[in-house]
Nanobody, 123 residues
Framework: QVQLVESGGGLVQAGGSLRLSCAAS????????VGWFRRAPGKEREFVAA????????DYLDSVKGRFTISRDNAKNTVYLQMNSLKLEDTADYYC????????????????WGRGTQVIVSS
């Protein structure tokens, strides 16, 4: 059974940092690209960042470029999202997802999803 479990969310002041983790099990992790998505209150879920199977390629939502960094440790079956200089508009539920052998921002392409972790940025 494939599981993706997010952690690291919480309440942080604007300008602060958080690191989200996505721990995977039940799949050959090194064959899956991983993406982070978020859903803000009252909005559709949107792509945030993605990383290729090797970690050599990444992609980001324009509004998080230079602030967020996605990385992975295949030995630990874990992907990270380092979020710096957080803004009020980053408040959302964050989800990680896995897609077989791809780097994509297309939500419909993803095979497996976690249940999410909440990030609240306060002023």
């Amino acid at each position: 059974q494939v599981q993706l479990v997010e952690s690291g969310g919480g309440l942080v002041q604007a300008g602060g940092s958080l690191r989200l983790s996505c721990a995977a099990s039940g799949l050959i992790f090194s064959r899956f690209g991983v993406g982070w998505f978020r859903r803000a209150p009252g909005k559709e879920r949107e792509f945030v960042a993605a990383i290729s199977v090797s970690g050599g390629s990444t992609d980001y939502l324009d509004s998080v470029k230079g602030r967020f960094t996605i990385s992975r440790d295949n030995a630990k079956n874990t992907v990270y999202l380092q979020m710096n200089s957080l803004k009020l508009e980053d408040t959302a539920d964050y989800y990680c997802a896995a897609v077989f052998m791809q780097l994509t921002k297309r939500e419909a392409s993803y095979n497996y999803w976690g249940r999410g972790t909440q990030v609240i940025v306060s002023s």
